[in-house]
């Protein structure tokens, strides 16, 4: 081992004692015999392969420019005076701690062993572009500093084994494009400060192991697009702020103007950490990224940047990009902060995707925005407090929608419309087992309302202890055409506005006075359900009459057919014959009306014969009621003709006895003849009171046999 120097220097010295100088050119001096004016060593066979220089100021130029040295050069607290030239040059290996440089010159440069500068402080370029490192690049503790510009160029360096750069300090920007590093890369504890620019740059670079990039400060933009790690990536205790400003993101609409982790097309194999305490001030881009594991973003916060109220169509901006990510695990963003526009349009994620206890803040406008997106298992948001909107349209669930306990507000508004959007937008959803909106440790809250058009749920939707709506002229509820098997609608209050139930398709129904008590008007035109949660007892006829006056309510008293025929079709199909009569009744009742109401003049007559038909049969659906009045009229008619002027026989000779309960059921009943309405002669009112009981006995005779009929029939 060769040394020089001895003793203590302060490498920030500006006059360092010239006790302490050296000339660069004499470190290898007897080393190897000088040709040509130019020093090419070669090692004795007795001498040690290490050239030591301790605690010194190194003056002139130190050129290593293409040279092959078999030595390992070791500066320990050397302060030098020019940037050491290692260019094209073929080193045993380089280390430089606790050192001052004006810079280093080492493109090209191919090295055995570890090049270091653990510890040393660099005050300019350090070049390692084309660099081939057999072993690890060393950046421990080191100090690079060229506030404003590129303090790191290691574009495609080639590093065998990891780049180690735990605490070090960069003043300006950190450029590894293309690099190649076989081992992992630890950033833990830096300092990356490039403010309004790239505090790290490493496009298509390819790290063999981890990349951790923990409890790290960095002002500037994180660029990682394109590059590959082969394990995880971790920025687990970052803040990362002041990114760079795109100038022309004005003329891309998926643009983020101001994003300071991008990791667009980035490949994953492991997860990736964005959580426990990760701060991010400005977009975190991980778009059309493939990540093999999980995605983990809980305990982190993200804030974008643009100011509310202003033109920004995504309100404060968004916070997380995510567009056309494939992650092979799951989502994780249990109690995460977030403030703008959570974006992942398109994105695959194999497992569940999961954001329980976050805060999202992004009032009037969309809050997460996940239109077509594929969640492999359940897609949850429990005890979520969103300001904003939550547009999931066409989204695939494996599994279970679940919004239990959660509070949307401040939903936005269309851009080309003067409607406001829902706090929910799940149209065209299919899910695997359940949508839950429903309370949980509180009330699923959602002013704007939920929108399910044409959704698919394979089990059960519910909306049990919810409060639905804040407008009376807006949707409460939109489930226009949904399918699914088991619908609950008990909200713990009144849904506030419009509620649609058109098409809509499900096997069980559950319910409460509460949901039919709706603000608004009831879309209940081609509603389908096959039975009652609770099913409606044969004795139980108040149950019946307060689902009629539920169902009165809701359509505010008009007339349709349709929900009738439904309720009907239900008890029918259950064997409750009899309440199914009473809603046809209450059917034709209003039918009635709803035509009386439309004949200025004849209404009054139109609701003399609805009243008819209702007492005296039901409207064809109690015949027992006509029997009722044929018994009736027989009584009656056989009074009058017992009291009354006795009848003149018609043919004298017939000595047959005058009974006026015979001779009235002959005339109240068609068809029989007992063989004495004809024997007898009938004149004045008497004459008139048998014709009517002639036309009542047809018409009522005709209802009971109808009725008999479809007894028979059954």
Not at 591 to 613: C, H, I, K, T
Request: net charge neutral; aromatic share 6%; glycine share 12%.
């Amino acid at each position: 081992m060769t040394e020089t120097g001895a003793g203590g220097l302060d490498v920030f010295d500006p006059s360092p004692p010239r006790s302490r100088w050296l000339p660069a050119a004499d470190v290898l001096r007897g080393l190897g015999d000088a040709e040509g004016g130019r020093l090419l060593p070669r090692r004795k066979p007795s001498a040690p392969p290490v050239v030591r220089v301790v605690d010194r100021f190194l003056t002139g130029p130190l050129d290593l420019r293409g040279v092959e040295l078999s030595y390992l050069l070791e500066f320990v607290r050397c302060r030098f005076e020019e940037p050491p030239d290692l260019r094209q040059g073929r080193l045993a290996g380089v280390d430089f701690a606790g050192c001052l440089l004006p810079g280093l010159r080492a493109r090209n440069l191919s090295s055995a062993n570890e090049v270091s500068l653990a510890g040393s402080t660099v005050q300019g370029v350090v070049d390692l572009t084309d660099a081939d490192i057999a072993a690890s690049l060393s950046l421990r503790g080191s100090a690079l500093r060229v506030p404003g510009d590129v303090a790191v160029l290691a574009d495609r360096v080639k590093l065998a084994g990891a780049l180690l750069a735990q605490q070090v300090s960069v003043q300006g920007e950190l450029r590894m494009a293309g690099a190649q590093i076989g081992g992992y890369a630890n950033f833990a504890g830096a300092v990356l400060d490039n403010p309004g620019g790239y505090a790290v740059r490493a496009t298509n670079a390819h790290v063999g192991g981890s990349l951790l990039l923990t409890n790290a400060s960095v002002l500037g933009t994180v660029l990682l697009a394109g590059a590959r790690v082969d394990s995880e990536l971790t920025l687990r205790g970052t803040t990362v702020a002041e990114g760079r400003a795109e100038d022309d993101a004005a003329l891309d609409p998926h643009a983020d103007p101001a994003a300071t982790v991008v990791l667009d097309r980035m490949t994953v194999d492991g997860d990736v950490h964005l959580d426990r305490g990760f701060t991010g001030a400005g977009t975190v881009r991980v778009v059309n990224a493939a990540l093999g594991g999980t995605l983990s973003l809980s305990g982190g916060r993200f804030d974008a940047l643009s100011p509310p109220g202003g033109s920004d169509p995504t309100g404060h901006g968004r916070a997380l990009h995510l567009d056309g990510a494939r992650i092979g695990g799951d989502v994780i963003g249990r109690q995460a902060h977030v403030r703008g526009q959570i974006r992942m349009v398109d994105v695959q994620v194999k497992g569940s995707l999961t954001l329980d206890g976050s805060t999202v803040d992004n009032p009037r406008a969309d809050a997460l925005l996940g239109n077509r997106s594929h969640v492999g298992s359940n897609l949850t948001l429990r005890e979520v407090e969103v300001a904003g909107g939550l547009e999931l349209r066409g989204v695939h669930v494996g599994a279970n929608l679940d919004l239990r306990g959660s509070r949307v507000t401040q939903p936005g508004r269309y851009r080309h419309m003067p409607a406001g959007k829902p706090s929910l937008d799940v149209g065209g959803a299919v899910i695997g087992r359940d949508l839950i909106c429903a309370r949980g440790a509180k009330e699923f809250v959602a002013h704007g309302g939920v929108r399910a058009r044409r959704a698919q749920v394979g089990r059960m939707a519910t909306f049990a202890g919810a409060v639905l709506g804040d407008k009376l002229d807006s949707h409460a509820l939109n489930l226009l055409g949904m399918q699914v098997q088991e619908l609950v609608l008990t909200p713990i209050s009144p849904p506030r506005g419009d509620v649609t139930l058109r098409q809509v398709r499900c096997t069980s129904l559950e319910d409460n006075e509460v949901f039919w008590s709706a603000t608004g008007w009831i879309d209940l035109e081609e509603f389908r359900y096959d039975s009652l949660r609770h099913p409606i007892d044969l004795r139980d006829d108040r149950e019946v009459e307060r689902r009629l006056r539920w169902l009165r309510q809701a359509m505010r008293r008009s007339y349709r057919p349709g929900p009738y025929d439904q309720f009907t079709e239900m008890l029918r199909a259950g064997g409750n014959d009899e309440h199914a009569a009473t809603v046809q009744v209450e059917k034709q009742r209003l039918r009635y009306r709803a035509v009386a109401e439309g004949r200025r003049w004849l209404g009054p007559l139109v609701l003399v014969w609805s009243w008819l038909q209702r007492s005296m049969v039901g409207y064809g659906y109690r015949p027992a009621r006509a029997l009722a009045w044929l018994v009736v009229s027989w009584v009656l008619g056989s009074a009058w003709f017992s009291v009354g002027t006795p009848l003149e026989v018609i043919n004298s000779d017939d000595r047959m006895h005058f009974n006026a309960w015979l001779y009235t059921i002959d005339l109240v009943v068609p068809i029989v003849d007992l063989g004495n309405k004809n024997r007898w002669q009938v004149g004045g009112a008497s004459q008139w009171i048998a014709a009517g009981l002639i036309v009542t006995g047809w018409v009522l005779a005709t209802t009971v046999a109808a009725g008999l009929t479809r007894m028979l029939k059954r």
